[in-house]
């Protein structure tokens, strides 16, 4: 079974510009994760999918960050103007129905660098 | 509000000394705790998950034990080897269906 692929796996921008993140998750899982992990700190959650409907987006920047699952598969997470602490590695995860206790499986990850 | 602590941050130990990692949480109501590993560069493997009935759980080198009126659990890796440094990571799933994480604590093994 294929795990969750992310892409790109690195990406280096300056302050202000845009960058966007790229997730498949693993087939037929329901339910897609975004977190957010900054260097020492543990991932925090961004959004969270059922679905093509947004579940919790509750810690999304929306002045900046927005989030899309368009066929309820993949999904985009977009960063516009990105400022330097948005640097961090960006999870996405996935689970089958997205019930409570539901084992999430997690990507390789995005690592960004806001210069 | 769910708070995960880690502690201590980083470690270190000698090849075959028996590692002990330290999580609490500030909200009992949880329905399970999960321990990741994650190494540089990569994502989140799942090392075991406890549900909030059970008290422990093992796989192999690893043993994890958890006391939910006192809002701590503890993953113990016996006989550690210098493929067991990583960063591992505590979560919880709380109501709201929300997997709040720990910082993690990194751990380094000396051959």
């Known amino acids: 079974e294929a795990g969750v692929a992310q892409s790109p796996r690195y990406k280096i921008i300056e302050k202000r510009q845009s960058v966007a993140f790229w997730c498949n998750p693993i087939s037929g899982h329901a339910t897609l994760y975004w977190y957010q992990q900054i260097l020492g700190q543990g991932p925090k959650l961004l959004i969270q999918?059922?679905?093509?409907?947004?579940?919790?987006d509750s810690q999304l920047p929306k002045d900046r960050f927005s989030a899309e699952r368009l066929k309820g598969v993949d999904s985009t997470l977009k960063i516009q103007p990105a400022k330097l602490e948005d640097s961090a590695v960006y999870l996405c995860?996935?689970?089958?129905?997205?019930?409570?206790?539901?084992?999430?499986?997690f990507g390789p990850g995005t690592r960004l660098l806001v210069l | 509000k769910q708070e995960v602590t880690q502690i201590p941050a980083a470690l270190s130990v000698p090849e075959g000394e028996n590692l002990v990692l330290n999580c609490s949480f500030t909200?009992?109501?949880?329905?399970?705790l999960q321990w990741f590993r994650q190494d540089p560069g990569k994502g989140l493997t799942s090392l075991l998950l406890i549900q909030s009935s059970q008290r422990e759980q093992t796989s192999g080198r690893l043993n994890a034990s958890l006391d939910k009126s006192s809002g701590r659990s503890t993953l113990y890796i016996a006989a550690s080897q210098p493929g067991d440094s990583a960063t591992y990571l505590c979560?919880?799933?709380?109501?709201?269906?929300?997997?709040?994480f720990g910082g993690g604590t990194r751990v380094l093994v000396k051959p």
């Open positions: 995860a996935s689970s089958q129905t997205g019930g409570a206790g539901e084992t999430q499986y």
């Open positions: 999918f059922q679905n093509n409907g947004v579940v919790d």
């Open positions: 979560a919880v799933w709380a109501a709201g269906n929300k997997l709040t």
């Open positions: 909200d009992s109501a949880i329905y399970n």
